[in-house]
């Protein structure tokens, strides 16, 4: 897919030569940069991660096991 974008003249220059470094052409150079960026993000944390955390350690939750009523949970 082709993108067309806007960077000051100065900018690609830098970036060009990064690129030739690299092997590689400044498109590529550009995908490969976001390609990182997007596989660096934190993973979505799962309960079991959040519970798992100590700075929630000392959250105090009243769990009864009566399930006739419902409860909300606040982790604030």
């Known amino acids: 897919m082709n993108v067309t974008i806007k960077i ?15 092997g590689l052409s400044l498109s590529g150079w550009i995908a490969q940069l976001i390609d990182e960026k997007l596989s660096s993000k934190e993973p979505q944390k799962s309960l079991l991660d959040i519970l798992g955390n100590d700075e929630i350690a000392e959250i105090e939750l009243d769990l ?10 606040s982790f604030d």
């Open 8 to 22: 000051k003249d100065d900018l690609v220059k830098k970036a060009r030569h990064e690129a030739v470094d690299d």
């Open 64 to 73: 009864s096991r009566n399930q006739s009523t419902s409860r909300e949970l």
